[in-house]
């Protein structure tokens, strides 16, 4: 198989086949808007959705060959060390994603998408990681290409744009992302995705930012209220086609067939992430009924948001980050265990700090049956 490459003066493409996409504009614009009004609804949002833009990081991480879990994560950030070393370095990988995110949401409160933007998102990205020796922040100054491990660029699949175009490429690139003239908001995010994964600009690191993008741009342009919108399961799920139609676009200049598959994944995670939150805010609702009556506290809420903000975590994590006094705090994190809400992960020794799993909430996020007994 010969290496497809970048396809060259074709962005933005000059014609679409809209009489394959206007069927399926409507229902992908119709699910997207029912799932942020029933985020708009939720009550403390950043708190019930926290889980699931961590399994978003673990899932756009997974796409890149990481193996670690939701779980593990979570894990990793209670303070457990004891995982082995290529777990612990996908676990940075996941929570630097997540830091990512949160940067680039700041900087669209006041200003437009930009390359400066996504520098310094990649810059986040690459920190401490695998790719820290991957110019973090700047684009590539050689030649890529994209294919199996050990590949060489005669055997690639994928050979991005040179290097010497790769700015006024970005440049353009640009400039498309801003224009507010297109007739479609998620047909031309299609276009920004693809395109963007084309031009493959940096080392390493490229899958991550092209689909953190997606609800980055959902947010700026008022299609969301907020950027909680997860796009990498419907890929991890179709990796193959998601690789093969990207490839397609260069090969043969087919950007309608991209656009329908991008599509219909809106539309599909659109309807998942809303089943996904709606159980959530149903377990919060009955765990928040449920905590007080078994603490009989008036700091049970407190307690209830820590625990889905941080499904894993240490007593001395749950003292810190609640803001509940510590003999009040370690009393209900007992009461917690012994009334079967949350679950020990690691028993405590000496110095050594317990750890414990909200369970539920992680079977919701992860779709297993995970660490868990009910109250």
């Known amino acids: 198989m010969n290496p497809v490459r970048y396809h060259l003066g074709k962005f933005p493409p000059s014609e679409l086949e809209w009489q394959k996409l206007i069927p399926l504009i409507g229902p992908a614009n119709a699910a997207l808007g029912r799932y942020d009004a029933f985020l708009t609804a939720i009550p403390n949002r950043h708190v019930l959705l926290s889980p699931l833009t961590a399994q978003e990081a673990v899932l756009s991480s997974k796409i890149e060959g990481t193996q670690v879990t939701i779980g593990e994560v979570f894990e990793y950030e209670a303070g457990s060390f004891s995982m082995p070393e290529t777990k612990r370095v996908d676990a940075e990988e996941v929570l630097n994603y997540r830091k990512a995110m949160l940067s680039c949401v700041a900087e669209l409160q006041n200003r437009p998408f930009s390359q400066h933007i996504l520098r310094s998102a990649h810059s986040i990205l690459m920190q401490g990681v695998r790719g820290k020796d991957k110019t973090p922040g700047s684009y590539r100054t050689e030649q890529n290409w994209i294919g199996e491990r050990n590949s060489t660029i005669d055997t690639a699949s994928f050979i991005p744009i040179s290097p010497e ?9 640009e400039q498309y992302v801003n224009d507010t003239s297109q007739p479609d908001v998620l047909v031309q995010l299609a276009i920004i995705h693809l395109e963007f994964e084309a031009l493959h600009p940096f080392k390493d690191g490229n899958g991550r930012l092209g689909r953190m993008i997606i609800p980055l741009i959902l947010f700026q342009r008022g299609l969301l209220q907020s950027p909680d919108f997860y796009m990498s399961g419907y890929f991890e799920a179709n990796r193959d086609e998601y690789i093969e139609r990207m490839r397609i676009v260069s090969r043969d200049n087919d950007w309608t067939q991209w656009c329908v598959f991008f599509l219909k994944g809106i539309r599909t995670q659109a309807d998942e992430n809303e089943e996904k939150a709606r159980k959530i805010l149903e377990l919060y609702n009955k765990i928040k009924i449920a905590v007080p009556v078994s603490t009989h506290s008036q700091h049970a809420i407190k307690a209830v948001d820590f625990i889905f ?59 297993e049956n995970l660490f868990v007994s009910h109250p």
């Open 165 to 173: 175009q790769l700015q006024p490429a970005m440049d353009n690139w």
């Open 309 to 367: 903000r941080f499904p894993i975590f240490t007593t001395p994590q749950f003292i810190n980050g609640s803001e509940i006094p510590k003999p009040t705090a370690t009393r209900i994190v007992n009461v917690l265990a012994d009334r079967g809400f949350i679950s020990p992960l690691r028993e405590g020794k000496g110095r050594r700090a317990g750890i414990f799993a909200f369970g539920e909430l992680l079977a919701i996020t992860e779709g």
